[in-house]
């Protein structure tokens, strides 16, 4: 989240500093289930523009992960939809690089759970190569047991713990293809 706080403010500082004022328009929904856009009396530069679109993208696909069973780095059909829309903001945004974070529950030796969660980051890397991801825009971590959502000791938590998170970095150029 940090990271994404940083590059939404590098993002912030770039429209910021553009001295043309391109539009006055407020941006418009063209889907009827989302809610009403506020309109703003202050210019909106394209850049501007880009970068709420830009915001509201990594919203969408950075609150997500990747769940997987115990002692298991099968990606889960139920998942595909999740890997679907991270791969299309991924070849969307050739500017991007993802970083896979594999991560385990507690159980087991730390250096089993390191190599667990590795497997984990790499079995999502593959599906992604295999959706037309290039594998020079993916990062792949392991941590192991060491960033736990939950921290009781029981398959609720152990459940959440056992994820591959997805960290997406923004380089300064904002082109999309």
């Not at 999740?82 to 991560?103: C, M, P, R, S, Y």
């Not at 390191?114 to 792949?140: D, N």
């Amino acid at each position: 989240m940090q990271k994404l706080a940083i590059v939404l403010a590098s993002f912030m500082v770039v429209a910021c500093a553009s001295s043309k004022n391109e539009s006055h328009l407020a941006p418009q929904s063209s889907d009827k289930n989302s809610a009403p856009l506020a309109v703003s009396t202050a210019p909106v530069s394209a850049a501007q523009l880009e970068l709420n679109t830009l915001s509201e993208e990594l919203k969408s696909v950075a609150s997500k992960s990747d769940y997987f069973d115990y002692n298991k780095y099968i990606v889960k059909s139920e998942y595909q939809e999740i890997l679907q829309k991270e791969a299309a903001f991924i070849k969307a945004h050739k500017n991007d690089a993802v970083t896979l974070e594999g991560n385990a529950d507690e159980r087991g030796s730390e250096q089993y759970n390191f190599a667990l969660g590795s497997k984990r980051a790499e079995a999502v890397a593959k599906s992604l190569e295999a959706m037309g991801v290039p594998a020079a825009q993916i990062k792949i971590v392991s941590l192991g047991k060491d960033k736990a959502r939950l921290t009781c000791h029981e398959e609720r938590c152990w459940k959440e713990n056992r994820r591959v998170d997805f960290l997406h970095q923004l380089s300064a150029t904002t082109s999309t293809s």
